[in-house]
């Protein structure tokens, strides 16, 4: 295993997926008496392991197609167009 891939991709993941909707939305789960915390545990984080499993394997088929590079730069327009679009629909309010 290479450990400095696995500590790049867990601190990556780890910082995107703090405060973003779908840990607000665990914690609003856990905040309900009535549901046992380690069933939020266990489906949440099985939800998060599949979705990364269907990550890894988009990108292992994409990437046969096209060039680590240009997903680069096709991520980071996406980024960038998400980024402008909110800004801009969130002035309205």
């Known amino acids: 295993m ?7 991709v867990f601190a990556t993941v780890f910082v995107a997926e703090l405060g973003d909707k779908t840990q607000l939305a665990t914690l609003l789960y856990a905040a309900e008496a009535e549901n046992p915390k380690l069933t939020v545990f266990a489906a949440s984080a099985a939800a998060l392991v599949l979705t990364s499993a269907i990550g890894v394997l988009a990108g292992a088929i994409v ?3 096209v060039s680590g590079r240009v997903l680069s730069y ?3 327009a996406g980024f960038i167009a998400i980024g402008v679009w ?3 629909t969130a002035g309205g309010d």
């Not at 290479?2 to 790049?8: E, G, M, V």
């Open 74 to 76: 096709v991520a980071g």
């Open 2 to 8: 290479n450990l400095k891939l696995f500590a790049t």
């Open 86 to 88: 909110t800004m801009i």
């Open 63 to 65: 990437s046969q197609y």
